[in-house]
């Protein structure tokens, strides 16, 4: 088991840049395929990036592609979400979930942890 706690979020002008990170419990965090997703108010919680074990594999929801990096550091057992010139729409809360899954997730159900979410919000 394994448990997820976020952090890094905050309020920031469209345009400005946040790294969120995710800080994992447990000695097998190398063994969980990794996650970030977000939620806006009143709608479903989408797909933003995963990275696979060991990092050598991410894919991005096309909103996010060319301005979000994920990124792991396992001896750390961090996932990092680094999202650069954010807008307005990029407003939620982001979540991280951990996988045992050995392919790359894109839905919630292939997830089987959750961190508690951390709130972004970006002004225009």
């Known amino acids: 088991q394994v448990q997820l706690v976020e952090s890094g979020g905050g309020l920031v002008q469209a345009g400005d840049s946040l790294r969120l990170s995710c800080a994992a419990s447990?000695?097998?965090?190398?063994?969980?395929?990794m996650g970030w997703f977000r939620q806006a108010p009143g709608k479903a919680r989408d797909f933003v990036a995963v990275i696979s074990r060991v990092g050598g594999t991410t894919d991005y929801a096309d909103s996010v592609k060319g301005r979000f990096t994920i990124s792991r550091d396992n001896a750390k057992n961090t996932v990092y979400l680094q999202m650069n010139s954010l807008k307005p729409e990029d407003t939620a809360v982001y979540y991280c979930?951990?996988?045992?899954?050995?392919?790359?997730?894109?839905?919630?159900?292939?997830?089987?942890?959750w961190g508690q979410g951390t709130q972004v919000t970006v002004s225009s």
């Open positions: 447990g000695r097998t965090f190398s063994s969980y395929v």
């Open positions: 979930a951990a996988s045992t899954d050995y392919v790359l997730g894109y839905r919630t159900n292939r997830y089987d942890y």
